[in-house]
């Protein structure tokens, strides 16, 4: 009996042994794949580059604090974050969102980004203009 259980131990082990051989190969099949993924889809230049071959690319974002805006439970000003995503075949998107609330704005190509831009800064100028410049 002692016998028929080190002949099954034996058995067992060089079946672990097989497998673990087979998990190897399998991780290294992976492991190409990912790199192939990574090389045919590469990182645009402002892309951060640490995410998945799955995930889409995103940039770093930039902060704009809110002064007149309500304060967070957390007693931090609200704030506006813009970045950088992908947006599939159309090209990368400008993203706008709300920190409080968790809110993303409608994408924005980078024409658009820049229309918007301009507004802003005519609106601002002229909430500045002396009165009566007009």
Not at 13 to 40: K, N, P
Not at 81 to 92: D, T
Not at 95 to 100: E, K, S, T
């Amino acid at each position: 009996m002692e016998s028929s259980h080190r002949l099954r131990v034996a058995e067992l082990a060089a079946e672990v042994t097989t497998l673990a051989g087979q998990l190897t190969g399998v991780r290294a099949e992976l492991s190409a794949l990912a790199l192939a993924e990574a090389a045919a889809n590469p990182c645009p230049a402002w892309c951060l580059g640490d995410h998945d071959p799955d995930d889409g690319h995103l940039g770093e974002h930039s902060n704009v604090i809110l002064s007149r805006a309500s304060f967070a439970d957390d007693g931090e000003p609200d704030e506006l974050r813009v970045q950088l995503a992908e947006s599939g075949s159309g090209g990368p998107v400008v993203a706008i969102g709300q920190r409080l609330d968790d809110l993303w704005g409608p994408d924005m190509t980078p024409a658009e980004a820049r229309r918007l831009a301009g507004a802003l800064i005519a609106a601002a100028d002229d909430a500045q203009a002396p009165a009566g410049s007009r």
